[in-house]
Structure formats: C-alpha cells, structure tokens
C-alpha cells in the first residue's frame, strides 16, 4: 500500500490524541520530541482532508497547558530532590548545567521564562516542574503557561499548516519525495539555527565573570 493511502486510514482521532498526549508529557518534564510530532501532524493535515489543523492546534495547546500544569504541581510537592532524580534518569537532559541555566532563566525573567521556555526545547522540559521547584505564584505561571501553549501550539500549527499547502502546489510535480524533501531541509536549517543559537548563548554564559565570594 501506499504511504499516501495509508496514512489517509489512520483516524483523525488518533492523530489528534497522539499529538496532545505527546507534547502533554514533555511539557511534563518527559523529554520526548514533542514539537516535531507537531509539525509533522500539521503538514499532514495539510494533505489529508480528514485531519482539521484547528482541531489539532487545540489538541495540542490543551496538551501543552495540561502537561505543564501537572509539572508544575509535581515540581511544587516534589521540590529540588526531584530535579535530582530527574538528572539521574535522563542525565542529557537535566544535568546540573542545564539546570542552572534554566534556573538562571526563572530567576531574571520570571514568567516571561515560562511563555518563551514554550518555544526553546529545553525549557518547554523545564518550565512546568521548574516552577513548581521554585514555587513560583501559580496565578502568574498559569496565565504564562495558558498564554505560551496556545500561541506555540496553534502559531506552530498554523504556520506549517500553510507552508505544507503551498508547497504542495509548487512541488506537486515532483509527488510526495519533492515535499518531503522540501521538510527535510527546512528542519535541518531549523536544528542548525537553533544550535548555533545555544552555542552562542553558553559561550557568553562562559564568559561572564563568576561572582567573587564575600570575604568571611
């Protein structure tokens, strides 16, 4: 069978659960790959008439504002032992260093820490269990966290919604392999960008002076 023909039997419903379910357990604090099952699942619904793109963006801003909230109060009950038990189960991800930059974030930027952390990967991990550990006021890490999932969610969806329908007017000469091509360099130019972007930031994080300790 076709990958095209098969991908239109699998039921919407399963689309929409799989992605809410995914990006509700990285916003957790599970490091899963939440944002490309989100563009992947809005290209399709670009190519497959039975996926609608404004079901699935609030699928997947419900995911990402319930996930967080349950990360925040796990964060809140489960305090600075949990982020170490965290770093012992996935040592790439929260290893002391990630930690204390994401903790650097919350410190400076508060609740705007939370609604950027939606769209930087490793915070979008952090930012629920983060502030709860840091038992930030949870009036304002709501509003951040409601605000930052729909704009994410539905931008994101919306964005590569539209991007998947224009390219297949342009690439449909060339069948499925053209757009899925046309994807492949665009996420690749993404993940690169966004690396040098972290290098940049841990060189100047590097660079600025450690604070000199008060003479006893």
């Not at 995914?22 to 939440?34: F, N, T, Y």
């Not at 950027?116 to 915070?123: D, E, K, Q, S, V």
């Not at 709501?142 to 704009?151: C, D, E, K, S």
Request: glycine share 12%; charged share 15%.
């Amino acid at each position: 069978m076709h990958v095209q023909e098969w991908l239109e039997t699998v039921p919407a419903v399963s689309i929409y659960a799989l992605v809410g379910l995914v990006i509700g357990l990285e916003s957790l604090g599970i490091p899963l790959p939440g944002e490309i099952i989100l563009v992947s699942a809005a290209l399709l619904s670009s190519q497959h008439a039975g996926i609608n793109p404004v079901i699935l963006g609030a699928c997947a801003s419900l995911g990402a504002i319930v996930g967080d909230s349950i990360g925040y109060a796990i964060g809140r009950k489960g305090g600075r032992p949990l982020l170490a038990w965290l770093g012992a189960k996935f040592p790439k991800h929260f290893s002391e260093g990630h930690v204390a930059t994401a903790e650097r974030s919350f410190q400076k930027w508060g609740m705007w820490a939370v609604f950027f952390g939606r769209f930087i990967a490793l915070l979008r991990i952090f930012a629920g269990p983060l502030a709860g550990v840091l038992r930030m006021p949870y009036w304002k890490f709501l509003i951040a966290n409601v605000l930052g999932g729909i704009i994410w969610a539905g931008g994101t969806t919306a964005v590569i919604y539209y991007v998947g329908v224009v390219a297949e007017s342009w690439l449909k000469r060339f069948s499925w392999l053209g757009l899925v091509a046309a994807v492949l360099i665009g996420l690749t130019s993404m993940l690169i960008v966004r690396r040098k972007a972290r290098k940049a930031a841990a060189e100047r994080e590097a660079a600025e002076p450690e604070p000199v300790p008060a003479a006893e």
